[in-house]
T-cell receptor, first 116, second 114 residues
Framework: EPEVTQTPSHQVTQMGQEVILRCVPI?????FYWYRQILGQKVEFLVS????????KSEIFDDQFSVERPDGSNFTLKIRSTKLEDSAMYFC??????????????FGPGTRLTVL | AQSVAQPEDQVNVAEGNPLTVKCTYS??????LFWYVQYPNRGLQFLLK??????LVKGSYGFEAEFNKSQTSFHLKKPSALVSDSALYFC????????????FGAGTRLAVHP
């Protein structure tokens, strides 16, 4: 069964450093998302991406964040200068295109980001 | 604004008994409703969804959920719980149309005891 994969599973970085989280969505999916879950809190939407551009972003997704689909398979989230409060589990998700967009989103296993 | 409430942090049930995990929502327009499950150190796994039609939807692993428009609820149910059902369950809502984001509830931890 096809699945979303994410690397690395755990990333430790120093405050102020840049990190890139990588995702490989399901191959025939066209919509891509990033969510995050701070320990003990709810899953929060960060950004959605379609047709090589951001379709929606939350207030969390400020200028320190960027997303890219550098080739036909990868989808990346970059944090330019990490802060302590960026420590969280980051989930990538993808969904297919069908009708009015009610298809479920399939999630990857997550990358745990720890900022020291 | 869209929101999802899961009023119980934890639900405890004995194996073999029926289980219910509650969810209420607030969204403008017609809601699309989802349940996801998260096992330790794993991502979110899709269980089931309500888009339109029959208010009772069936999903993976014997789970089902009932959409109640008047009560704006979408409770997750299973007739007979298994110990292996123990996990964190998330209810989510999205607005109809397009590629809209999911809004998640805080999650409910289900503990099924032998």
């Amino acid at each position: 069964e096809p699945e979303v994969t994410q690397t690395p599973s755990h990333q430790v970085t120093q405050m102020g450093q840049e990190v890139i989280l990588r995702c490989v969505p399901i191959s025939n999916h066209l919509y891509f998302y990033w969510y995050r879950q701070i320990l003990g809190q709810k899953v929060e939407f960060l950004v959605s991406f379609y047709n090589n551009e951001i379709s929606e972003k939350s207030e969390i997704f400020d200028d320190q964040f960027s997303v890219e689909r550098p080739d036909g398979s990868n989808f990346t989230l970059k944090i330019r200068s990490t802060k302590l409060e960026d420590s969280a589990m980051y989930f990538c998700a993808s969904s297919s295109l069908s009708g009015i967009g009610y298809n479920e989103q399939f999630f990857g296993p997550g990358t745990r980001l720890t900022v020291l | 604004a869209q929101s999802v409430a899961q009023p119980e942090d934890q639900v405890n049930v004995a194996e073999g008994n029926p289980l219910t995990v509650k969810c209420t929502y607030s969204v403008s327009g017609n809601p699309y409703l989802f349940w996801y499950v998260q096992y330790p150190n794993r991502g979110l796994q899709f269980l089931l969804k309500y888009i339109t039609g029959d208010n009772l939807v069936k999903g993976s692993y014997g789970f089902e959920a009932e959409f109640n428009k008047s009560q704006t609820s979408f409770h997750l149910k299973k007739p007979s719980a298994l110990v292996s059902d123990s996990a964190l369950y998330f209810c989510a809502v999205r607005r109809s149309g397009g590629y809209n984001k999911l809004i998640f509830g805080a999650g409910t931890r289900l503990a099924v005891h032998p």
